[in-house]
T-cell receptor, first 115, second 114 residues
Framework: GAGVSQTPSNKVTEKGKYVELRCDPI?????LYWYRQSLGQGPEFLIY????????DSGLPNDRFFAVRPEGSVSTLKIQRTERGDSAVYLC?????????????FGNGTRLTVT | GESVGLHLPTLSVQEGDNSIINCAYS??????FIWYKQESGKGPQFIID?????DKRQGQRVTVLLNKTVKHLSLQIAATQPGDSAVYFC?????????????FGTGTLLAVQP
């Protein structure tokens, strides 16, 4: 079946602009996670949703970052007033439920470059 | 975040040999551990996981060993193939609980020589 789908695969934007990154999780997966991966490092947790609500947003670096999942399926990560330091690969992952015996399945990410 | 630096440890093996990739964790509260494989330009791909009530788990050509005494995790790949070349990450739920809020290690680059 289809895996986690992220669009766009690449996004180049100018410093100060607003961007939206989209994630389509695996059908039926209730838990959705956003991670960020800088070059040469492992992914870092940003936020996760159980259903429509953000259950934990403690990884968001500041209030320029926001994410929504209004219908409990597709999620959008929104970054306002982008900075060059925001450049990274943004990974979305989903799991059947919140944890337990339900491992994360990742998409291929959106590579964001802020110039 | 936690990072060990930008230099990625590299393991170079001959095709057909067994590979062992090691990982250390620091928090005794971690009770769920996972290995991911990441190829260039792709997201991490789940390989195998293990809970703290086990010390060994086997999959197809892979085995994960957990030593809670020394907080050490290893991934063994049998008969390594060129397609196994990738960066391998261990991850754990350092915050505890039932979520997939994971902490990833820096990663190890596995290079398989034909």
């Amino acid at each position: 079946g289809a895996g986690v789908s992220q669009t766009p695969s690449n996004k180049v934007t100018e410093k100060g602009k607003y961007v939206e990154l989209r994630c389509d999780p695996i059908s039926g997966h209730t838990a959705l996670y956003w991670y960020r991966q800088s070059l040469g490092q492992g992914p870092e947790f940003l936020i996760y949703f159980q259903g429509t609500g953000a259950a934990d947003d403690s990884g968001l670096p500041n209030d320029r970052f926001f994410a929504v999942r209004p219908e409990g399926s597709v999620s959008t990560l929104k970054i306002q007033r982008t900075e060059r330091g925001d450049s990274a690969v943004y990974l979305c992952a989903s799991s059947l439920n919140e944890g337990g015996n339900s491992p994360l399945h990742f998409g291929n990410g959106t590579r964001l470059t802020v110039t | 975040g936690e990072s060990v630096g930008l230099h990625l440890p590299t393991l170079s093996v001959q095709e057909g040999d067994n590979s062992i990739i090691n990982c250390a964790y620091s928090n005794s509260a971690s009770d769920y551990f996972i290995w991911y494989k990441q190829e260039s330009g792709k997201g991490p791909q789940f390989i195998i996981d293990i809970r703290s009530n086990m010390d060994k788990r086997q999959g197809q050509r892979v085995t994960v060993l957990l030593n809670k005494t020394v907080k050490h995790l290893s991934l063994q790949i049998a008969a390594t193939q060129p397609g196994d070349s990738a960066v391998y990450f261990c991850a754990d739920n350092r915050y505890g609980g039932a979520t997939n809020k994971l902490i990833f290690g820096t990663g190890t680059l596995l290079a398989v020589q034909p």
